[in-house]
């Protein structure tokens, strides 16, 4: 813990933040209160509909909570604040392209440490190893580097994320953080719109939210 301590705080001068570090422990909030929801919500398609099981999955489910692993994540990995947006981009894309391995609560943790450590190499200059995202999220590094693999293949080697892709994920985030602050007696519906999912009597995995991505614009690297 000492070592992750004093790694932090090295590091911190040297990391640019290119969104309001105010707003970032409301975002990792919100991000990880929407992660839960899509994890329950999976949780219970489990026994209605078959899932492939991953090198994301553990055996049993992780005693710390999403938030405090992505609060934890936070504190320690000190990449830029749009790599959570980009993680959480990242994350969302993940689920689409693997219908058959939805966001539950005995992969959730490992997605979100490995999609954040992709997204730090894609974004920043400066980013620490797997050896050090392995302590931080409690993994050896050989997993680390297996799961960075897995994900990657997952992900279709689609790193690129647009402007405008960047921009709707970042108002999808504002969006429940208004929703979260709004009055407990105001009736906000289903919490899982778009792909997050809808209101249906049929069962179906839940993802985060919109594929607003044109194809033909993949090439187009976000600059943050």
């Known amino acids: ?44 398609t489990r026994r209605f509909q078959p899932q492939r099981i991953s090198a994301f999955h553990g055996l049993t489910r992780p005693t710390i909570s999403v938030e405090s692993y992505l609060e934890r994540i936070f504190k320690y990995a000190n990449c830029s604040s749009s790599c959570y947006v980009v993680a959480y981009v990242y994350l969302d894309r993940f689920a689409q392209r693997q219908p058959s391995l939805p966001i539950n609560s005995f992969n959730v943790h490992r997605l979100l440490i490995t999609s954040v450590l992709v997204s730090a190499k894609f974004m920043d200059d400066l980013y620490y190893n797997n050896a050090f995202y392995g302590k931080v999220g409690g993994i050896s590094t050989a997993e680390m580097n297996l799961l960075e693999v897995d994900f990657l293949f997952g992900l279709g080697f689609q790193l690129n994320v647009t402007p405008t892709t960047y921009s709707t994920y970042c108002s ?7 929703l979260q602050s709004a009055p407990l007696h105001h009736n906000l519906g289903d919490p899982l719109k778009g792909n997050l999912g809808r209101s249906s009597t049929v069962v179906k995995q839940h993802h985060f939210c919109f594929n607003t991505e044109d194809e033909s614009t993949h090439q187009q690297q976000l600059t943050v």
């Open 1 to 44: 813990m000492a070592e992750l301590e004093a790694a932090a705080a090295a590091a911190a001068t040297t990391t640019s933040h290119h969104l309001d570090e105010e707003m970032m422990p409301r975002v990792i909030n919100v991000l990880s209160s929407l992660l839960q929801r899509v994890a329950e919500s999976n949780d219970l």
């Open 172 to 178: 999808h985030l504002q969006r429940e953080m208004f």
